[in-house]
DNA sequence: GCAAATTAATGATTTATTCAAG
DNA sequence: CTTGAATAAATCATTAATTTGC
C-alpha cells in the first residue's frame, strides 16, 4: 500500500472533473495554458514529477490558478500528454538510432543541437525567473536579455511539488523552468543573474532596480518576500 | 589590495599578446568564436569574473582552445567588449526608464519578455551542457529536445574560474550557460536534466544511453569523467 | 500588410493494456 | 479468473503558427 495517495479515481472516459474554468458560454473551449503556466508545468514535470498524485495534482492547479482559470483536470491531461509525448519521442529517437547510427546527426537538428540554440545568433531569448513567495503566490518574473539565455543557480533545489507551501524563509524561484528555493530577503539579482537582469512585474511592468539589481521600492501584490 | 593579480599591463591599445591564433595566412582574419566558446564566454562573464586577471585570461583561452583556435588576446578583446556592450544596454534601458517610466514595456519587449520566450511557441531551442573532467577538458555536451530549454541545477556551483582545474572528483558543468560542478562518476541523465535529453558529444555525433541517459559507451576523448 | 488557407502543436477523448486484490 | 483502478497509446478536435495570394 505504499501507492497511497495515487489514483485519480476517474482516469479514462467519463470526465468527472469540473469542466472547464470558462464561463463564457455553451461553446466548449479547450484550455490554452499561459505560457508562464507551461513554464511552471514543465518546471514541476523535469523536477522528476512526471505523474502527480491527486493532491499533488490539486496543489499544482492551484498554482497555476494565480495566473489564469485552470482545473485540476486541465492539470491531469496535461501530465499525462506530457508523459505520452515525451516517451513517443523517445521511442522514436531510439528507433531510428538502431535503424542507421549516422541518423544520429538528424536526431540532433531535432533537439536543436548546440550549434543553433545557444550564442552566436542574434536571437535574443531571455531567461525568465518567476518569484513566489512563502505560499508559492505569484510575484512577479524577471526577464533577461542577452545574448544567450543563462542563469546563476541559485542555492536549494525544490524537487518535491509537495514542498511548495511549506520552508518557511525561503522564496521558491523559477529559472528557466527549474524550480529553486533560495534564502528570502534582499538579494543582488546582478550578482545572482547577471550584468543585464531586469525585473518584470507579471503585469509586464519593469519594475526599476537599482545597480545592484536590487528593487527600489517594495512589491504592491502578495508579501514583501523580496527586499523592502 | 584585495585587487591582487589584476592589472593586464595592456589594457587598451597596443597588443602585446599575441596577435591571433590562426596560422592560416597573412589575410588577417578576425576570430569567430564557436557557439560553445561564447557560452564558456558568458559562462565565466555571468559567474561574476568580468574582468578576468592575465592568469585567469590565459586559463580562460586554454580552456576555449579545446574548441578551436584562440588566443589570450581574443579572451582579452572579448571580456572588455562585453563589459562595454553590457554598461551601455544598462545605461540605455536606465536613460528609457527615466524618459518614460510606461517605456518600461518597450524595454521588457527588447528582452524578449516572458511570453514569447518560453514554451507554446514551436520553436524548439535546446539547453546546452557541457561536461568536463577534472582538468577542465572538454568532454561532450548534452543538449535536450523538448518544449522548452530548461534543466536541473546541478549541486556546487563554482564561480571562480581560476579554480576550474582544482576540485578533483568533481566534473565542472555547464548548463544554460552556467558554470556548476557536480561530483564525478555515472549519473542519471534523465533525472538530471529531464526526460528527453541528448547527448551530443562535441564532434556532432549523438551518445548512445540507457533508459537513464547514461552513457552507455565510455568515452573516446579526454579521462572519463563520467561514467564508464 | 492583411486575411484566408494550410500546417503544426497540443488539449481532450477514447480504447487498450497492465497489475493487484479478491 | 474476474474485476476495477490506473496508465499508456492512439485518436479526435481545436487552437496557435505559418504560409500564401492578394
Chains 1, 2 share one sequence.
Not at 83 to 105: F, M
Not at 123 to 146: H, K
Not at 152 to 179: A, E
Not at 185 to 192: E, F, H, N, T
Amino acid at each position: 500500500m505504499e501507492d497511497s495517495n495515487r489514483g485519480h479515481s476517474n482516469s479514462s472516459s467519463l470526465q468527472r472533473f469540473a469542466p472547464n474554468g470558462n464561463v463564457t458560454g455553451p461553446v466548449r473551449t479547450r484550455w490554452t495554458p499561459k505560457a508562464e503556466q507551461i513554464l511552471i508545468l514543465e518546471s514541476i514535470f523535469n523536477s522528476g514529477v512526471v505523474n502527480p498524485t491527486k493532491d499533488e495534482t490539486a496543489t499544482i492547479r492551484r498554482l497555476l490558478e494565480q495566473l489564469g482559470p485552470v482545473g485540476d483536470a486541465n492539470v491531469f491531461y496535461w501530465f499525462q500528454n506530457r508523459r505520452s509525448r515525451s516517451r513517443r519521442r523517445q521511442r522514436q529517437l531510439q528507433a531510428s538510432l538502431v535503424a542507421d547510427p549516422r541518423a544520429a546527426g538528424v536526431a540532433q537538428q531535432v533537439g536543436g543541437g548546440v550549434q543553433s540554440s545557444s550564442a552566436s545568433s542574434s536571437s535574443s531569448s531571455a531567461a525568465n525567473v518567476m518569484l513566489m513567495d512563502d505560499s508559492a503566490q505569484y510575484l512577479f518574473s524577471v526577464s533577461r536579455m542577452g545574448l544567450m539565455e543563462s542563469t546563476q543557480s541559485p542555492v536549494v533545489r525544490s524537487s518535491d511539488v509537495s514542498q511548495l507551501h511549506h520552508q518557511p524563509g525561503t522564496v521558491t524561484v523559477f529559472i528557466d523552468g527549474v524550480l529553486n528555493e533560495v534564502p528570502s530577503g534582499p538579494k543582488d539579482l546582478r550578482a545572482m543573474f547577471g550584468q543585464d537582469v531586469l525585473l518584470v512585474h507579471s503585469s509586464g511592468e519593469l519594475l526599476p532596480v537599482n545597480e545592484h539589481g536590487i528593487l527600489v521600492q517594495s512589491l504592491q501584490m502578495g508579501r514583501k518576500a523580496y527586499l523592502e
